[in-house]
């Protein structure tokens, strides 16, 4: 204990430390956050399913239906219809050929990536992956190589230089980058995947529900449909329950059902928010509204941030970052938001590079232009405040 208490205070000493804010109600644009009611900045909730009345219905009635858990991994006696529906469900609106749902998207990147790569193949993957991704990378005995981002004649240099020497390679990268909102140049990539014979693995957890047509992600944005291997995804982000799932081939499907470690060895979804999410589907089948909502928030903020003079990055995406540098005074700036009345997270290293620090803002559909106008002065005024900006 000695030892955590040390790194600990090293954390204090740096100024990184948090506790942890506590929200008592709903995730909503306006919640009550320690006690107090804030503009909330900081939720994946993109699309406000979280709290949306026909998600709580569906739920409710998958409890009365099926109970509250599922009581075994899906290959024991947990795989109930519900499952098998809102696997059916995702890949009828993903446009690809099956889907597998796990338990979250960690546990999605996790199980997939070990599990359809080992000691003869190599693992190609872009330098801001999500943490998902490297830890899937770490649990696989495939070797590995690192490409720097987004650069796609880096990632060239490194197939040439290696890919003679592998029996598969799989490129993986982030669809949209959740610490900057930039988007992966899926097109170069599949290209270059084509040309050197590579398999292709995105994970959309920030493109689903974002991007493309009513929400169906990264592949749709692009019109590359059946040209990329794996597609991963959450339904805890836009989708706004829990759980994440992988598209790929059936034949694929079926083999990790059998090696998808986190699906043989923890308990499958709960039967109530795999009935959400299905509602959730039907719901963005059924109308672009919530997407265009989320799309017409987004370009608002983006466009007073940067008539304030704030540098929002190189973001493409509703993500939208407000670079500070110094970890210690993103984090000091984080607080005096939220003391304000804006709740916006401050992100730091290991999140992000030493010296990157930033607040990461979240728009959602739940925001409308008064609100946001109301977060932009409040965020420009502390930022003068604390000389972040002029």
């Given at each position: 204990?000695?030892?955590?208490?040390?790194?600990?205070?090293?954390?204090?000493?740096?100024?990184?430390?948090?506790?942890?804010?506590?929200?008592?109600?709903p995730?909503?644009?306006?919640?009550t956050?320690?006690?107090?009611?804030?503009?909330n900045?900081?939720?994946?909730?993109?699309?406000?399913?979280?709290?949306?009345?026909?998600?709580?219905?569906a739920?409710?009635?998958?409890i009365?239906?099926y109970?509250?858990?599922?009581?075994?991994?899906?290959?024991?006696?947990?795989?109930m219809?519900?499952?098998?529906q809102?696997d059916?469900?995702?890949?009828?609106?993903?446009h690809e050929?099956?889907?597998?749902?796990?338990?979250?998207?960690?546990a999605?990147?996790?199980?997939?990536?070990?599990?359809?790569?080992?000691?003869?193949?190599?693992?190609?993957?872009?330098?801001?992956?999500?943490?998902?991704?490297?830890?899937?990378v770490?649990?696989?005995?495939?070797?590995?190589?690192?490409?720097?981002?987004?650069?796609?004649?880096?990632l060239?240099?490194?197939?040439?230089e290696?890919?003679?020497?592998?029996?598969?390679?799989?490129?993986?990268t982030d669809?949209?980058?959740?610490?900057?909102g930039?988007?992966?140049?899926?097109?170069?990539?599949v290209?270059?995947?084509?040309?050197?014979?590579?398999?292709?693995?995105?994970?959309?957890?920030?493109?689903?529900?974002?991007?493309?047509?009513?929400?169906?992600?990264?592949?749709?944005?692009?019109?590359?449909?059946?040209q990329?291997?794996?597609?991963?995804?959450?339904?805890?982000?836009?989708?706004?329950?829990?759980g994440?799932?992988?598209c790929?081939?059936?034949?694929?499907?079926?083999?990790?059902?059998?090696?998808?470690?986190p699906?043989?060895?923890?308990?499958?979804?709960?039967?109530?928010?795999?009935?959400?999410?299905?509602?959730?589907l039907?719901?963005?089948?059924?109308?672009?509204?919530?997407?265009?909502?989320?799309?017409?928030?987004?370009?608002?903020?983006?466009k007073?941030?940067?008539?304030?003079?704030?540098?929002?990055?190189?973001?493409?995406?509703?993500?939208?970052?407000?670079?500070?540098g110094?970890?210690?005074?993103?984090?000091a700036?984080s607080?005096?938001?939220?003391?304000?009345?804006?709740?916006?997270?401050?992100?730091?290293f290991?999140?992000?590079?030493?010296?990157?620090?930033?607040?990461?803002?979240?728009?959602s559909?739940?925001?409308?232009?008064?609100?946001?106008?109301?977060?932009?002065?409040i965020?420009?005024?502390?930022?003068?405040?604390?000389?972040?900006?002029?």
């Amino acid at each position: 204990m000695a030892t955590l208490e040390k790194k600990l205070q090293d954390i204090k000493d740096a100024g990184t430390y948090r506790v942890l804010p506590i929200n008592e109600g709903p995730c909503d644009a306006l919640i009550t956050l320690n006690g107090k009611q804030v503009i909330n900045l900081s939720s994946n909730n993109y699309l406000g399913f979280a709290n949306h009345p026909r998600l709580k219905k569906a739920a409710k009635d998958a409890i009365d239906h099926y109970g509250v858990g599922a009581g075994a991994v899906r290959t024991i006696v947990g795989n109930m219809d519900i499952h098998e529906q809102l696997d059916a469900a995702i890949a009828h609106f993903k446009h690809e050929e099956a889907a597998l749902v796990f338990q979250s998207g960690f546990a999605c990147n996790a199980g997939v990536i070990q599990a359809i790569t080992d000691e003869k193949d190599l693992i190609i993957s872009d330098e801001l992956n999500h943490a998902s991704i490297i830890d899937g990378v770490r649990l696989s005995k495939a070797s590995r190589a690192v490409y720097k981002h987004a650069d796609m004649a880096d990632l060239e240099r490194v197939l040439k230089e290696k890919r003679k020497d592998f029996e598969e390679v799989l490129i993986i990268t982030d669809g949209v980058f959740s610490m900057d909102g930039d988007i992966a140049k899926l097109p170069d990539i599949v290209r270059l995947a084509k040309e050197y014979r590579c398999m292709t693995y995105v994970d959309d957890a920030h493109g689903s529900g974002v991007l493309g047509s009513h929400g169906r992600g990264t592949v749709d944005h692009f019109g590359l449909h059946g040209q990329v291997d794996f597609v991963i995804g959450t339904l805890s982000k836009a989708i706004g329950v829990v759980g994440g799932y992988v598209c790929c081939s059936k034949t694929a499907r079926d083999y990790l059902l059998h090696r998808g470690r986190p699906l043989l060895f923890s308990t499958s979804l709960l039967p109530a928010a795999a009935a959400a999410c299905i509602e959730a589907l039907h719901m963005l089948e059924e109308s672009s509204e919530y997407t265009d909502k989320l799309w017409d928030n987004a370009r608002f903020f983006k466009k007073k941030l940067v008539e304030k003079g704030f540098d929002i990055g190189h973001s493409e995406t509703p993500i939208t970052p407000i670079m500070v540098g110094d970890e210690a005074k993103t984090m000091a700036f984080s607080k005096e938001l939220l003391k304000r009345g804006v709740f916006v997270s401050g992100i730091v290293f290991p999140t992000v590079p030493k010296g990157k620090g930033r607040i990461r803002c979240m728009v959602s559909a739940l925001h409308d232009h008064a609100m946001l106008q109301k977060a932009v002065d409040i965020i420009y005024a502390t930022a003068k405040d604390m000389g972040i900006v002029a």
